[in-house]
């Protein structure tokens, strides 16, 4: 059907371009284009060698784990804010909220630069950077976690209250326990998420490099062919990360 | 049971209070302040304002543009591929959305460095253009231009339209479409009378979105857009980081936001009246 | 009606199949002008299949579908003579209820004026006079079904096709909108095909009850037809209550297990014999029964026991101050006119 044919050619388009960048990575050739050159794995040996790429990449960590677990401990909690509002005040929050999101990367960055530069003089750096993941991560938790909470039984708490647990005990071991999946897989959305951004990261490094920016470096000056290989390994990682996040969560936008 | 609510909520406010608000404030009070021998000094002066006014205002329209053509083109093609999974493609049309989604994270510098791998004079298409005989040349047109930035932007953008407007379309009853059938609506009927008025805020949504995102971007146009496709962005950052002149980088950034939320407020109130005026 | 009309509605040979699971055995069925049809069944017997092939959202897998003598088989549902009033209803969220009605005739592309008066005419005939302005969203779930069924009507389709049109609503609507039908369709006259799992209200608003089993149809007529001379043993359990009692027959007489004996032509093999509640009475020359339980149900009485052959019998009496005569426990001779029971032959499936 002619349907099939639409649909082959939207994954074409949507995934085609990354396909390409992962298959050269594998090829001796610089360049994408043909030839493509022989299989090889010199593009990622020499990665491995390049003290650059170990600082990026463990800065990447860092940034990525500290936004995952502190965005996740906010957003789940405004999720079950939220839930205690009225609706129509609900939407209103999440709204604010999640503005960060819609408006331009470039707009925030710039004005969380102005304000710690500045505005507060502390300076920028890594911390400033998970300050800035968590802005833009935690809407995501806010949606996923509320998405959850609406499904879930609210009388298994009750039970547990009127056996004698207190409210904390109540969620420590019966609403966590329940959510703890959906709660990781936002967490792993976060990682990718804080992974894959380059915008806020680039403006607020202050020195050093996260992977993104890293990148960002080897592509200004055009010719280095390592590109696809960090790309590569980029895109694994945040694909791979949503992947598994979303298995977890079995979460629908 | 409210105190308890507005507390939980108090971590992320700070967050956002800290981190987004404050800045923001501060940053559209630096639009007024001056720089006096690369120093910054706080002031009130509409300098900057005047000079994205009066020096920046085509590049804005341009911008604009740019952003007015990926938000259409994302929209439009990702109504289709929304439609094509919410109605032609059975059960596995979640499976469509779950690689819609995975694709977001596909790594937003990658696909620039890819666009460019293959749009380039010594670029996949071009390679692919000559080796088939049907150009002699390379076809330098296909980078460094408007169009390259808008392919880039679209294919970027496309799985934040994608997304709202399953989400949308998934909350049209399958029994409203086949009722339209039963009453003798074809195909193309269902969807202007039936299946769009339903999904409106959807489309809104996502043209919105992947406006706003592609208005901002600076990446994209510096990579791939060479002189003939500069776009507002890139000029904040050269005034921010290059000329260390904050206060119009401010204003151009504010300037670049009024203008598209102004833009946006126009084409939703022109959308409103065109649906009223339909019944 | 005199004679042997035409049929409205012709099925023949029509069958479904999704892969190896067969939905709808190929089969025969007519409808005439005027009849109210009930495709009657349990779930997954169907009955819904069947009336989707008819409004055309199913293609059917073999054989016809005849519409007034034209063959409609390979139409899609757009092009067919028939409308149908969904479970779901649904109603278009984006319009107003005179826009959901009138939505089938603007596509024809009529003048406005004629649109207009036959809107107000089929608002009337619901009994929605008033509500042309109002969005669907601020009406109940039996305006919804009105409107639905008003959006249906105005068409004028030869054959009226309801899919559980009473299952969402409560008790009460549920037997106001029966009445609601059997008004509108006595009013206008029109053939109306509707499927149900609920047996009480195929019998409270149908002239004709097709009983559907697994993909196959078990028996059609007469709501009396089907509940005093039910077909087969499905039937006989299905619709309404019964006592089941098996037997054998041997040259021309059956012997039941539970003690009675009587003639009956027929092959020689086993029987069932089927009998209604309210057909059974107490007699003293009848079969002992263990009274089990009883059930004061209002406007009767039910009564189950256990007969010698260890095979449960339901009994319905209206005399509900006789109670006292069937303490559970006890022993009662229970009989029955032979003019009431009904044997059906063969093992049952």
Redesign the interface.
Known sequence: MIWRAVIAFFLLFLLGPIALVVLFSFGSNALIGFPMGALTLDWYAGLLRDTGFYSAFWTSVVVALATAVFATITGTLAAMGLLRLAPSVARAVLATLSMPVLLPPLVVAIAIVVLFVRGIGLGLGVPVVILGHILITQPFVILIVMARLARFDQSAVEAARDLGASRWQAFRLVTLPQIASTLVGAALVCAAISLDDFIIASFTIGGGNTLSTFVWGKMRTTLDPSINAIATALLVVTVGLSGLALRLSRYRS | MKRAGIMFLAPATLVFTAVFALPVALLFAVSFWSVKSFRLQPDFTFTAWQRFITQYWELTLYTLFVGLMAGIICTLLGFVFAYAARFKAGAHGDTLMLATLITLFGGYLVKIYAWKSILGADGLLNQTLMASGLVTEPLTFLIYSRGAVIVALVHFLLPFAILPIYAALRNVPDSTVEAASDLGANAFNTLTLVIIPQVRQGLFSAFAICFLLAAGDYVTPMLLGGTSGVMLGQFVLLEFSTNFNWPAGSALSFGLLFACMLLLAVLGLAGQMIARRKR | MGGHPTPLLLLRGLSKSFGPVVAVSPLDLEVNAGDFCAILGPSGCGKSTLLRMI???IEPSGGRIEIDGADVTKR????RP???V??????????TVA?NIA??LS??KRPRSEIDDRVDATLDLVRLEGFGARAIDKLSGGQQQRV?LA??LI?RPKVLLLDEPLAALDLKLRHQMQEELHRIHRDIGGTFIFVTHDQGEAFALASRVVVMNAGLIEQVGSPENVYQKPASLFVADFVGETTILGGKRRNGRVILNAGREFDHAGADGPVHVVIRPERIHVDPLGLPTLIADRFFLGASLKISGKLASGEDIIVRIADTESADKFKPGSTVRLGWDPMAQRVISGTPQ
């Open positions: 409004a055309g959202f899609g549902p757009e092009k028939t409308n149908m969904f479970q779901s209803y649904g109603l278009f969220p984006h319009l826009e939505f089938g596509l024809q639905a959006r249906a068409m």
